[in-house]
């Protein structure tokens, strides 16, 4: 399996250790065609056209799992979060509803979000 990994916090490298953990994979050299987090802005996580723009650009770079993280807590004093957490879960749940539509044929049906 190789996973891409898209957060909203800067530092990604967290993310990349727990996922090699996880998978029982060695940390200390991280192998970043078998696990990798890039940053991505808050808006591309609430929309289900960017979130299917970054599955596809995954699956294209030879990515066959997708993990899309998006905090609770957010900056101190955001009062809009839990509204972009709505959206995120909308934006997901679009983005699962068109990989399920898609024909058995599509490679792109293979990939796990």
């Known amino acids: 399996m190789r996973l891409r990994i898209f957060v909203e916090d800067r530092l990604t490298d967290a993310y990349e250790i727990l996922a090699l953990r996880a998978l029982g994979l060695p940390t200390a050299r991280r192998d970043r065609r078998r696990v990798r987090a890039q940053r991505v802005d808050l808006d591309e996580l609430t929309s289900g056209a960017s979130l299917l723009e970054l599955a596809r650009m995954s699956w294209q770079s030879g990515y066959d799992c997708v993990l899309f993280v998006m905090d609770e807590e957010g900056l101190p004093g955001s009062p809009d ?29 293979n990939l796990k979000v």
């Open 81 to 109: 979060r839990p509204a972009k957490l709505r959206d995120f879960r909308q934006a997901f749940r679009e983005l699962c509803d068109h990989l399920a539509a898609l024909k058995n044929t599509d490679p792109l049906r």
